[in-house]
Nanobody, 123 residues
Framework: QVQLLESGGGLVQAGGSLRLSCAASGRTFSRYAMGWFRRAPGKEREFVAAINWSGGNTYYADSVKGRSTISRDNAKNSVYLQMNSLKPEDTAVYYC????????????????WGQGTQVTVSS
């Protein structure tokens, strides 16, 4: 069982940056691949980024590639999403998720989810 808690969301102007954090409970965090997803108002949940158990493999959605960096610290049971050059279309609730084995992009492949953190980008 893994429990996830996101933090770091907020209101930022377009062009600004935010760093989202996700703290995980449990002793086996390093066994899990982690993903970030988001749900914008009136839209479906979409994949943002993922990182494998060691941090050696990452994958990004085209919409955030080059502007975002996912990373993890297994000693701190945490995963991060650094987002730069934020755009109004990045406004969404951001969720972190965990799954065993390797990274994946479909949300249904993830077993554990956090409650989400709101990111609002003003123009």
């Amino acid at each position: 069982q893994v429990q996830l808690l996101e933090s770091g969301g907020g209101l930022v102007q377009a062009g600004g940056s935010l760093r989202l954090s996700c703290a995980a409970s449990g002793r086996t965090f390093s066994r899990y691949a982690m993903g970030w997803f988001r749900r914008a108002p009136g839209k479906e949940r979409e994949f943002v980024a993922a990182i494998n158990w060691s941090g050696g493999n990452t994958y990004y959605a085209d919409s955030v590639k080059g502007r975002s960096t996912i990373s993890r610290d297994n000693a701190k049971n945490s995963v991060y999403l650094q987002m730069n050059s934020l755009k109004p279309e990045d406004t969404a609730v951001y969720y972190c998720a965990a799954r065993l084995l390797d990274i994946a992009t479909p949300a249904e492949e993830y077993d554990y989810w956090g409650q989400g953190t709101q990111v609002t980008v003003s123009s």
